[in-house]
Nanobody, 120 residues
Framework: QVQLVESGGGLVQPGGSLRLSCAAS????????MGWYRQAPGKQRELVAR???????DYEDSVKGRFTISRDNAMNTVSLQMNSLKPADTGIYYC??????????????WGQGTQVTVSS
């Protein structure tokens, strides 16, 4: 019914940059909050950044000043610009969205995840 597709992960050296993108499609009436989560090996999934429908943002403390989340409501996309990457940023990054469907049902949708590896 609703699908989130991520792109942009990969291998980067410490101090480098990556940009993740996520596109939502399907039976969407409205997209509310969109966000990015990550899961490092052996750890729980954690919130990295989120942006609401009014463009208010929240960031996990360790990424403040380095990551920037943005959204394009016309295209139903959310992006995460990641600068000054550190090995601790390594993990699988998941796109997340709180969506109201065309049948006015509220759902939470997840992408399939994209691997980010920061290593020299």
């Amino acid at each position: 019914q609703v699908q989130l597709v991520e792109s942009g992960g990969g291998l980067v050296q410490p101090g480098g940059s990556l940009r993740l993108s996520c596109a939502a499609s399907g039976s969407i009436f409205r997209i509310n909050t969109m966000g990015w989560y990550r899961q490092a090996p052996g750890k729980q999934r954690e919130l990295v950044a989120r942006i609401d429908s009014g463009d208010s943002t929240d960031y996990e403390d360790s990424v403040k000043g380095r990551f920037t989340i943005s959204r394009d409501n016309a295209m139903n996309t959310v992006s995460l610009q990641m600068n000054s990457l550190k090995p601790a940023d390594t993990g699988i990054y998941y796109c997340n969205a709180d969506i109201t469907t065309v049948t006015r049902v509220a759902i939470t949708s997840w992408g399939q995840g994209t691997q980010v590896t920061v290593s020299s």
